[in-house]
Nanobody, 119 residues
Framework: QVQVVESGGGLVQAGGSLRLSCAASGIGFSVYVMSWYRQAPGKQRELVATIATGGNTNYADSVKGRFTISRDNAQNTVYLQMTSLKPEDTAVYYC?????????????WGQGTQVTVSS
């Protein structure tokens, strides 16, 4: 059974930091591209950051220089280190695992973790 479980969300003041974790089980983690998405109230879900199997990373312009995605294949876990947080970063953050050889069918979402940034 595949499980993708996010943790680490919470309430933080503007300018603060949080680290999100996403643990995946039941998949060959190292061959999956891992991504963080977020969805704010009344808005569409948006891609925040992606880390490829080889470690290459990509970020949304809105988080470049503030967020860092990383992965630990030994722990089947992907992280999102968030610094200099802004109120507009408030959202539910979701983790997604995608196997690039079958991206249309072989993907899994976590249940999300709430991040709230107060001004």
């Amino acid at each position: 059974q595949v499980q993708v479980v996010e943790s680490g969300g919470g309430l933080v003041q503007a300018g603060g930091s949080l680290r999100l974790s996403c643990a995946a089980s039941g998949i060959g983690f190292s061959v999956y591209v891992m991504s963080w998405y977020r969805q704010a109230p009344g808005k569409q879900r948006e891609l925040v950051a992606t880390i490829a199997t080889g470690g290459n990373t990509n970020y949304a312009d809105s988080v470049k220089g503030r967020f860092t995605i990383s992965r630990d294949n030994a722990q089947n876990t992907v992280y999102l280190q968030m610094t200099s947080l802004k109120p507009e970063d408030t959202a539910v953050y979701y983790c997604k695992a995608v196997r690039p050889t079958d991206w249309a069918r072989d993907y899994y979402w976590g249940q999300g973790t709430q991040v709230t940034v107060s001004s």
